[in-house]
């Protein structure tokens, strides 16, 4: 199993930005997605999750309201972060995760990392 992330940049406050999560090696029926962050000098956190057959979806506190995570309905391999009201504070590399096991926002769940796409938000 292998895993892209994709759609990084650089944005101004308040604007919004969509990354991609492109999973290959595997079909994800049953598996958990999340997207986790970790911003410089800091531990990585826990961004949103997705158990991809239900499409049950959990939040950080910090995000909720603001970022959607969701399936490529088109693409069915493909995990989305619909991110709105991007602030300075969600400065950070991103990451995609897949968990075997349930809904987690603990990094040491998931077993499979993807390379991070930088995000930078400017005020």
């Known amino acids: 199993v292998q895993l892209q992330a994709f759609g990084g940049g650089v944005v101004q406050s308040g604007r919004l930005l969509r990354l991609s999560c492109a999973v290959s090696g595997r079909t994800l029926t049953g598996y958990v997605m999340g997207w986790f962050r970790q911003a410089p000098g800091k531990e990585r956190e826990f961004v949103a999750a997705l158990r991809w057959g239900a499409r049950t979806t959990y939040y950080a506190d910090s995000v909720k309201g603001r970022f959607t995570i969701s399936r490529d309905n088109a693409k069915n391999t493909v995990l989305l972060l619909q991110m709105y009201s991007l602030k300075p504070e969600d400065t950070a590399v991103y990451y995609c995760?897949?968990?075997?096991?349930?809904?987690?926002?603990?990094?040491?769940?998931?077993?499979?990392w993807g390379v991070g796409t930088q995000v930078t938000v400017s005020s």
């Open positions: 995760a897949l968990n075997r096991e349930g809904l987690s926002n603990v990094a040491t769940d998931y077993d499979v």
